[in-house]
């Protein structure tokens, strides 16, 4: 079946640090890429989304991502983290049958 | 901008009731789903529709229904609310091409 792991369930950095996020999926075919991020009290946003092209993809708030194919993976990463960062942040992948599927998530909290 | 809106945001049932969850958006989207978010599994779908009166099960359709009978409205029934069900609800949409899911504030159910 297919699936999106995220391996990283609760992070926690300090103001400044840089960030990585891991993703990994599990579907052959081609895919489509998202990143959504859910602040506290807040509804899901985009951070940024893939669909081909340059394997790097730049996003709002300073994110990014990069689809590595071979890897199955889509790591999020941002170089300087602020206390404005702490969120939950979820990996996203459209395969076939068109069905949206999340991976568990990782909260993020940053020590200002 | 896209407006996903859930009707409820707090409910508290008793086990055995039935439960509707409502949600429309406005920008004429073919998709729509639902999912339920719970600590350490992140979103997972319940089921979605591509069309009216059209749907599908997700990946944990059990004790779940839906209904589709305009395109801006899809409805999330729970024929006999259980305390397992308690759980953040999340309908979304997107376009025909899928290139990016909205979502809307969510619906926190409690059974009791």
């Known amino acids: 079946a297919q699936s999106v792991s995220q391996h990283n369930h609760h992070v926690i950095l300090s103001e400044a640090a840089s960030l990585e996020l891991g993703c990994n999926y599990s579907?052959?075919?081609?895919?489509?890429l998202f990143w959504y991020v859910q602040y506290p009290g807040q509804h899901l946003q985009l951070l940024l989304k893939?669909?081909?092209?340059?394997?790097l993809v730049k996003g709002i708030k300073g994110f990014e991502a990069e689809f590595i194919k071979s890897k199955f993976s889509f790591n999020l990463r941002k170089p300087s983290v602020q206390w404005s960062d702490t969120a939950e942040y979820f990996c996203?992948?459209?395969?076939?049958?068109?069905?949206?599927?999340f991976g568990s998530g990782t909260r993020l909290s940053i020590r200002p | 901008d896209v407006k996903v809106t859930q009707s409820s945001r707090y409910l508290v049932k008793r086990t055995g009731e039935k439960v509707f969850l409502e949600c429309v958006q406005d920008?004429?989207?073919?998709?729509m789903f639902w999912y339920r978010q719970d600590p350490g599994l992140g979103l997972r779908l319940i089921y979605f529709?591509?069309?009216?009166?059209?749907?599908e099960k997700g990946d944990i359709p059990e004790g779940y229904s839906v209904s589709r009978e305009k395109k801006e409205r899809f409805s999330l029934i729970l024929e006999s609310a259980s305390t397992n069900q308690t759980s953040m609800y999340l309908c979304?949409?997107?376009?025909?091409?899928?290139?990016?899911?909205?979502f809307g504030e969510g619906s926190w159910l409690t059974v009791v």
């Open positions: 979304a949409t997107s376009p025909g091409g899928m290139d990016t899911i909205y």
């Open positions: 579907y052959g075919g081609t895919v489509n």
């Open positions: 893939y669909f081909s092209g340059d394997p």
């Open positions: 996203a992948v459209i395969s076939s049958a068109s069905k949206i599927i």
């Open positions: 920008m004429d989207h073919e998709n």
């Open positions: 529709s591509y069309d009216v009166k059209m749907k």
